[in-house]
C-alpha cells in the first residue's frame, strides 16, 4: 500500500500537513509548472492528504519537493481542501518549525521557493518565525460590491501571494460569536465579485475575503480578521498573506510607515507582527513573525479497497 509520509503542524491555531515523502513526481521543471502538473495529474492525491476522512476543509497541505533555485533549500506547492494556492504564509511558518524539526535547518535566514516566487524565513527561536513574503501591492481602493441581500459595502484589492478584498464597513462583530453572519456575508462578497466579473489584476481571481474589525481589548494588537479561504474555511491564523495584503494597503494610505509594527489579530486570538520595506517598484516586501509547533507524525495509507482512500470532496 502506497504511503504519504506527513508532519502536522499548526501556525496560530491554523493546520499545517506537510508530505515529507510521498509517491508524487512533479519533475525539475518550474515550481509554477510542477503546481499545475500536480493540479492536473495528482488532484486524487491533493484530496487524500487534506479533505476528510484524513484532513478537513480547514486543513493546508504543503508539498515539500526539490528547489527551483540553487539558493533555497526546497521547494514547496501550497494547496487546501479545493485546489493549489499561490502562497501561504501561515504555511511557510509551519514548513519551517517542520524543517528545523526533521533537523534539515537550524536557527538563521532560509529561503524555499513557491509557485509565485522565492520566499525567505528566518528561525528566531521559541517556535517563532519570521517571512520575507513576496512583494505586495493595493490594486484598487474602496470598490463597491453589492450583495444579493442588498447591503453595499466596500474593499480594497489587494495581493499579497493571494488575492485579496479586504473590507472595514461590514458592520459585524469580528468574533468567534459571530461565525455564522461571517460565513454569510464573505461568501455572499465572493459571489458578487464573481457575479460582477470584479477581479485583480491580469483576471486574478479574488479568492480570500477579509473582514477588519478592531481589536480584543486583552490582546496587544491593531487590527482583529475574519479570513475566507478560497474553500470557504475560516483561517484560525491571522493569515499570513492576507496580513501582507492589509500592510500593502496601510502603506498606500499612508498609514503604516516601513519598519513601524502592525499587530494583526486572528478570529481566534492568535498573533502576527508585520513590518515592510519599500521595492523599487513602490509594491511593499512585508515580514510576517508568528508562532508554530509541530503537532504530530504519521504515515498516510492508501488502501486501495477503501472506497474513501482518495478523499471526500466536492470538487
Not at 517563532?128 to 512583494?135: A, K
Amino acid at each position: 500500500m502506497p504511503r504519504i509520509r506527513v508532519i502536522d503542524t499548526h501556525t496560530g491555531g491554523e493546520p499545517t500537513r506537510v508530505v515529507v515523502a510521498s509517491p508524487i513526481d512533479l519533475g525539475q521543471g518550474s515550481m509554477s509548472e510542477r503546481r499545475d502538473l500536480f493540479a492536473a495529474q495528482f488532484d486524487d492525491y491533493r484530496k487524500a492528504i487534506v479533505c476528510e476522512p484524513r484532513g478537513s476543509d480547514v486543513m493546508v497541505g504543503a508539498l515539500l519537493l526539490p528547489p527551483e533555485n540553487p539558493a533555497s533549500m526546497a521547494g514547496v506547492i501550497f494547496f487546501n481542501n479545493v485546489g493549489c494556492l499561490g502562497m501561504c504564509g501561515h504555511g511557510t511558518i509551519g514548513v519551517a518549525i517542520a524543517l528545523q524539526h526533521m533537523e534539515r535547518v537550524s536557527t538563521g535566514i532560509h529561503q524555499i521557493d513557491t509557485p509565485v516566487g522565492p520566499v525567505q524565513f528566518e528561525l528566531l527561536g521559541g517556535n517563532r518565525v519570521r517571512i520575507q513574503n513576496v512583494p505586495s501591492y493595493r490594486y484598487r481602493a474602496a470598490v463597491p460590491v453589492r450583495l444579493p441581500s442588498g447591503q453595499t459595502l466596500h474593499g480594497d484589492i489587494a495581493w499579497g501571494g493571494n488575492w485579496f478584498f479586504i473590507c472595514q464597513d461590514h458592520g459585524l462583530a469580528v468574533e468567534l460569536r459571530a461565525l455564522g453572519e461571517l460565513q454569510r456575508v464573505t461568501s455572499e462578497i465572493r459571489q458578487s465579485l464573481q457575479a460582477n466579473d470584479i477581479c485583480g489584476e491580469d483576471g486574478g481571481e479574488i479568492d480570500h475575503i477579509e473582514l477588519i474589525g478592531p481589536p480584543n481589548s486583552i490582546v496587544r494588537a491593531d487590527a482583529r480578521n475574519y479570513v475566507m479561504c478560497p474553500g470557504a474555511a475560516y483561517d484560525r491564523s491571522p493569515c499570513g498573506t492576507g496580513t501582507s495584503a492589509k500592510v500593502a494597503c496601510l502603506a498606500a494610505d499612508g498609514k503604516l510607515a516601513p519598519g513601524q509594527i502592525h499587530r494583526q489579530e486572528s478570529i481566534v486570538g492568535s498573533l502576527f507582527e508585520a513590518t515592510y520595506t519599500l521595492a523599487d517598484d513602490g509594491r511593499v516586501l512585508p515580514c510576517i513573525t508568528g508562532a508554530a509547533y509541530v503537532n504530530g507524525e504519521a504515515d498516510l495509507i492508501l488502501d486501495a479497497n477503501d472506497p474513501f482512500c482518495m478523499g471526500i470532496s466536492a470538487i
